[in-house]
């Protein structure tokens, strides 16, 4: 006997558990984090634009690279969530999550691509050293995109929390290590301009390059653990055996599966309950296994299969 408790759902690997909210709430917060990201993405590459232009510097040219990457990388989410919330349909019966980690990994070549570009860049100036002019520009505009990048994550961290969305924590992290990457200009900056070590320049462009690469990594790692229906992480899955093994009536259980999709989540598991119950008292007991988990994990797709105990063996995989 099997029972599909349908759409409710849990957050995707790597991400705090979502409260349970409203499908419309989920929504609205969603697209205005993408909005905003967008937004605040093409404000910061213009004003870096203006700033490299002015001062020349290589390491700016890593921060205007870096929010090159975030604008190209918060569209792709804009779409990737877009795409995403769509309900499912005839053709896609398990939705259409897995929209979100596709987008995540092109986020990941992108910006890759961009790291090896401020690379190329920084070992030139690291063989011709050259000064960094208008340093008072560049240190305006990156302490007001340091304050831009840092009311944008605290928003962001909100709707995560709230939505447990991988393509808005995907986008978080790029914009977390803009801070890193900001602070290493400012330094940059006082170092070649006050101190005259303009060799610093290109070396934290290096460094900022391998934050690129570091985020890149990141973003790849949890969107391609989704792509190939990785079990959720290994604390989700004892949580959900001690779930099922408290009731009562539960003697067993076998062939539990999880895996992520964007913010659904999945678990399919087989009970094993007395031979002597009758249909209607298993399905009982069934209702009240999903109730349970539900309230865990708020917004999972649940798959109950009912087994008489002792009669049913797991398969190999169940069992190693």
Do not use: C
Not at 213 to 226: G, T
Not at 293 to 303: C, D, G
Request: without cysteine; hydrophobic residues 50%; charged residues 20%.
């Amino acid at each position: 006997m099997m029972k599909n408790h349908g759409p409710s759902t849990r957050v995707a690997n790597g991400t705090p558990h979502a409260p349970n909210v409203s499908d419309r709430k989920r929504v609205r917060m969603m697209r205005r984090a993408t909005a905003a990201s967008v937004f605040v993405a093409a404000l910061l590459v213009i004003v870096k634009t203006i700033a490299y232009l002015g001062t020349g510097s290589v390491s700016m040219l890593g921060a205007l690279t870096d929010s090159a990457a975030d604008l190209v990388a918060s569209l792709g989410v804009m779409f990737a969530v877009g795409h995403a919330l769509t309900p499912a349909d005839q053709q896609h019966r398990f939705g259409h999550g897995k929209a979100e980690p596709l987008t995540g990994l092109a986020q990941a070549v992108f910006i890759a691509g961009s790291a090896t570009f401020v690379v190329t860049e920084s070992v030139r100036h690291l063989l011709a050293p050259e000064a960094v002019t208008a340093p008072f520009l560049g240190m305006i505009v990156i302490l007001f995109s340091m304050s831009a990048t840092f009311a944008l994550l605290l928003y962001q961290q909100k709707v995560v929390r709230t939505t447990g969305s991988l393509a808005i924590a995907s986008d978080r992290a790029h914009y977390a290590g803009d801070l890193l990457t900001n602070f290493g200009v400012i330094v940059a900056i006082i170092l070649s301009s006050l101190l005259g070590w303009h060799i610093a320049d290109p070396i934290i462009g290096l460094a900022i390059a391998g934050v690129l690469y570091l985020s890149s990594w990141w973003v790849f790692r949890r969107s391609l653990d989704q792509l190939m229906d990785r079990e959720l992480p290994e604390e989700d899955r004892e949580r959900v055996k001690a779930i099922v093994l408290n009731h009562a009536q539960v003697r067993g259980l076998h062939d539990l599966r999880t895996r992520a999709a964007g913010t659904q989540s999945f678990i399919q598991v087989h009970v094993e309950m007395d031979a002597n119950l009758n249909l209607y008292e298993a399905h009982d007991v069934s209702d009240e296994i999903e109730q349970s988990l539900r309230a865990a994990f708020p917004r999972a797709e649940i798959l109950i299969h009912i087994d008489p105990h002792g009669q049913e063996n797991p398969s190999d995989l169940a069992r190693s």
